[in-house]
């Protein structure tokens, strides 16, 4: 491979080559969490809701995995934007190390915390136990999880991306197809109910490990992990944190606003914790899709920064941002025609069906703007500027949108949470466009000073 061609092939080939596999993979990624849920509503009400309670936790183990190898991969693309591949070895092979530390933590502390953490929002016990059930089994592939995650972000910093697109696939397929057979008991396998969705995920998750450790042996990549890579090495542990650190926390961020606004809405009704879950099931086909645009652009960007191209970098985050306003355009139109159409793949009952329908025709008034914030936050990242990303991430997460719920669901009741949604995007949007203004005059971005 051409290992420049990330600064010599023009801006949007390039983008639409390194996203378009990984858009096709989250697209499949978001059609196994629809499936997913859609076969633990089967079960019953009281499964959903315990996998919506459930979800925060599971997020902010994906969250640490996620964020960290975005740490990886921003090291490992600037060091070979610089011609260093010493360092690029040594950020690869640290990043793993440290990924297996989390992964073994990560266990041990969600499964202790996951009963006290469901009766925080519920006192029905139903819900808990079957909570626990789905979590024990889930939270037990951590390590295995947060592994397979770094390993995808080291392929996508070398350009590897069909690679990554093939083994997320598998697993997604994989997952899909377990899904019925190990929940419901077909064929010789026994119903295993709550049990059978998290295992179905796990396995899922190994899959593309897997694949990844056969492709990283059978087809050399421009980086190595290497034993003698292992010592401990200050200035790449801090540049793999630096960014890392920040992007865990833009991921972990939005557990801890589901939490704030399942107990805002539980005063009113379970019905509105169901529909808060499923609305975040649904928006997985949206900012999954656009979060395949922005890994794609990612080692693109951080790579032309680590070469010296400023003008370049300025070129592709206008690139992205354009992509990725297109499919929330196409995701806010869907989500206005049908709404209740969506929400009644995951429940049978009518009152939740309407309200669930009003609330995303609410929320999706701030899919389009919200696009600014995705890709600003993105691009920091593949420039090694976590924290102006992290910034970002609060104001959509926490500062903004926590106070508006509650203050307007006083007045509005459950739909004042879903109003401040889309308040929350354009508030933040102006945010990440000033934010993002300010750090790419400080890279020295032509046009940005």
């Not at 003698?228 to 790449?236: L, N, P």
Request: glycine content about 8%; overall charge positive.
């Amino acid at each position: 491979m051409n290992e420049t061609f990330m600064k010599e092939r023009p801006v949007l080939p390039l983008i639409f080559s390194m996203a378009l596999p990984m858009v096709v993979s989250m697209l499949v990624n978001s059609l196994y969490n629809i499936v997913d849920s859609f076969f633990v509503a089967q079960i019953s009400e009281d499964a959903m809701t315990a996998l919506s309670l459930v979800f925060p936790v599971q997020n902010f183990i994906n969250a640490v995995a996620i964020g960290f190898g975005v740490g990886i991969n921003a090291a490992i693309a600037f060091h070979l934007g610089a011609q260093d591949k010493e360092k690029a070895d040594r950020a690869a092979t640290r990043g793993m190390l440290l990924t297996g530390v989390h992964g073994v933590i990560m266990t041990v502390v969600c499964i202790a915390a996951i009963r006290p953490f469901l009766r925080m929002f519920t006192e029905a016990e139903q819900v808990v136990e079957l909570g626990v059930r789905y979590a024990v089994i889930a939270f037990s592939f951590a390590v295995i999880i947060a592994e397979s995650l770094a390993f995808e972000k080291i392929f996508q910093a070398v350009g590897r991306m069909k690679v990554t697109m093939l083994s997320l696939l598998c697993g997604c397929i994989a997952n899909i197809i377990l899904d019925p057979i190990l929940i419901f008991g077909l064929g010789p396998f026994p119903e295993m109910g709550m049990e059978g969705a998290a295992l179905a995920t796990g396995i899922g998750q190994v899959l593309p490990l897997a694949i990844y450790i056969a492709v990283y042996f059978i087809s050399p990549i421009p980086v190595k992990i290497r034993r003698s890579a292992m010592k401990a090495d200050r200035k790449i542990d801090r540049q793999l944190y630096t960014v890392g650190i920040p992007a865990i926390l833009n991921i972990a961020l939005p557990s801890l606003m589901i939490s704030a606004l399942n107990t805002i809405l539980s005063v009113y009704s379970q019905s509105y914790i169901v529909i808060l879950g499923i609305y975040y099931k649904l928006q997985t086909f949206l900012y999954l899709p656009a979060n395949g645009i922005i890994q794609g652009m990612r080692p693109v960007i951080g790579y032309n920064y680590g070469a010296g191209e400023g003008e370049r970098v300025s070129k592709i985050y206008k690139v992205t941002l354009g992509m990725t306003a297109v499919i929330m355009a196409v995701g806010m139109v869907i989500c206005l025609m049908v709404p209740e159409g969506l929400i009644g793949m995951f429940t049978e009952n009518s009152q939740t069906v309407e309200a669930g329908g009003r609330a995303l025709r609410i929320i999706s008034a701030g899919f389009v703007i919200s696009a600014v914030s995705v890709t600003s936050s993105g691009a920091l990242e593949g420039i090694g500027k976590g924290v102006p990303s992290l910034v970002i991430s609060v104001f959509r997460y926490v500062a903004v949108i926590i106070p508006a719920a509650f203050l307007l669901s006083r007045s509005m009741g459950a739909d004042g949470v879903w109003h401040a949604f889309w308040i929350t995007e354009v508030i933040t949007a102006a945010a990440a466009f000033a934010v993002f203004r300010k750090s790419a005059a400080e890279v020295c971005i032509p046009g940005r000073k």
